[in-house]
């Protein structure tokens, strides 16, 4: 058999490895290029200067003649990391966007060269026996007295939201066909992908409830509750969402007293969450996800506080059985004779079709670090979060927000007012210098500091407060 040119030499089979490795040395060259030329969180100049040298760069992406393998990887790849903001630098702190794990990488890769697609099991053998075992070790994580209890894989928490929303409409319906719709209630500090989800499922606007502390209070829950389900007649479902790690300020709701006033109410009970739920793998701090067993459904995220490349979401239930009203039948994926033969049905454990193995790469974490091993980098984050805390607190030009609950420090010069301090984010953006978030509560807008590099050092700390203090007006 001849071998085809190298630009169009296959990732799979005996001789795929052999073709990648010289391309991965060109990979890897252009990634370390790349971040030597950026030299810093964030490439400097913003959208405009990025877009330039994209396109200067690049242009033309579609030449008459290609360039060949090793060229185009040269270019594109150091492109792309010179104009990346880099989450495993210190100072790029602003989201929940966390540096994944060289070990996770690598294991993704062996997800792209062998390609499975998790759609029918002929395409996925292992793949779709790998997914099985893992969810379920993580799902009796989350419902460790469960029976049952199994996951889906899901792109993260806006997916692994919409799926409990749709979980909890199907429920409803089976249960009480002649009742009203799904009624959705959360707090203020929810996702957005509540709301978003309701839109798409064609469900009520959910009942968004005052988190004044950042935090939903079961008193106001339970009068909440009261009126929905107190009327005269059929009293629509109620699904009550709670979040356990909120995107602003990393903040717990109550989950015990939550779940309590759901169960008192009948409402169907959701938590996200996809920031907190790791936790889970750390003896210290899992205490904080009490009650969390709880909930009808729980999303959570391994793209978060999990150090996996994305996407790495689950969505949690307590009893498989929960999951049986999206199945779904198609011929060419999963007929009847070949399931009742014994091939697994994977086309019925997602809303999507074709979809990456990603549970590969989170299998091999698990495998290599552990529950101990995760918990440690658990510990390592959230103690840093804590040790900037300290730095802001004894800074006589720093205000701080609150203690973080995760790892999201929320604070501000002091007496800065809110055009100041957007104008010193997008400075400190737009000079290449720090990648820090924004967070508006109810005393007014802050600076978020979202640290989820497990390796940062108080040096690091302390030259990022340096870095806003040299834009601090005099």
Not at 73 to 93: E, I, Q
Not at 444 to 471: I, S
Request: net charge negative.
């Amino acid at each position: 058999m001849s071998v085809p040119p190298a630009g169009t030499a296959l990732a799979g089979g005996t001789n795929g490895p052999r073709a990648l490795r010289p391309l991965l040395d060109t990979v890897l060259d252009a990634l370390t290029t790349g971040a030597e030329d950026r030299a810093g969180p964030l490439p400097p100049g913003g959208p405009d200067a990025v877009t330039r040298a994209v396109h200067d760069a690049c242009h033309p992406l579609l030449p008459e003649h290609g360039t060949g393998p090793h060229a185009a990887l040269r270019t594109v790849v150091h492109t792309l990391a010179a104009g990346s903001a880099d989450p495993a630098d210190p100072h790029c702190a602003a989201h929940l966007h966390c540096p994944p794990l060289a070990l996770a990488t690598a294991a993704d890769l062996a997800a792209g060269a062998l390609n499975p697609s998790m759609d029918s099991w002929d395409q996925a053998p292992a793949a779709s026996a790998l997914e099985t075992l893992t969810s379920r070790a993580l799902a009796a994580l989350i419902y460790p007295r469960a029976a049952a209890p199994d996951a889906l894989i899901t792109t993260g928490g806006t997916e692994s939201n919409q799926l409990g929303i749709l979980l909890a409409r199907e429920a409803a319906t089976a249960n009480r066909p002649a009742a009203g719709p799904l009624q959705i209630v959360c707090g203020a500090n929810a996702h957005h992908s509540l709301h978003r989800s309701a839109w798409l499922l064609g469900l009520p606007a959910p009942l968004t409830l005052p988190t004044p502390d950042g935090i939903l209070t079961p008193d106001t829950v339970h009068t909440c509750l009261a009126n929905l389900t107190g009327h005269t007649g059929p009293a629509s479902p109620v699904l009550l969402s709670a979040t356990a790690g909120t995107t602003d300020s990393g903040a717990i709701d109550p989950l015990p007293a939550l779940a309590d006033v759901a169960a008192h109410h009948g409402a169907r009970f959701h938590i996200d969450a996809a920031y907190g739920g790791p936790l889970l793998f750390s003896d210290t701090h899992r205490t904080a996800l009490s009650g969390l067993d709880r909930a009808h459904t729980v999303a959570l995220d391994l793209h978060k506080l999990g150090w996996q490349p994305v996407a790495a979401g689950l969505l949690a239930v307590p009893d498989a059985a929960t999951l049986t009203p999206l199945a779904h039948q198609a011929d060419y994926l999963n007929a009847d004779d070949d399931t009742e033969a014994g091939l697994p049905d994977l086309l019925s454990r997602s809303l999507r079709t074709t979809r990456r193995p990603d549970i590969l790469k989170i299998a091999v974490t698990l495998k290599a670090l552990g529950r101990r091993g995760l918990g440690d980098l658990i510990d390592r984050t959230l103690a840093a979060a804590q040790t900037l805390a300290d730095l802001i607190d004894a800074h006589p030009r720093y205000e701080l927000h609150s203690r973080p609950t995760l790892s999201t420090v929320l604070f501000r010069p002091t007496g800065a007012d809110d055009t100041t301090l957007a104008t010193i984010r997008r400075t400190l953006l737009t000079d290449g210098q720090a990648v820090l978030g924004r967070a508006t509560t109810p005393t007014g807008l802050w600076l978020k500091a979202t640290l989820l590099n497990p390796h940062t050092q108080p040096g690091d700390l302390t030259t990022l407060l340096k870095l806003v203090e040299g834009h601090i007006p005099r």
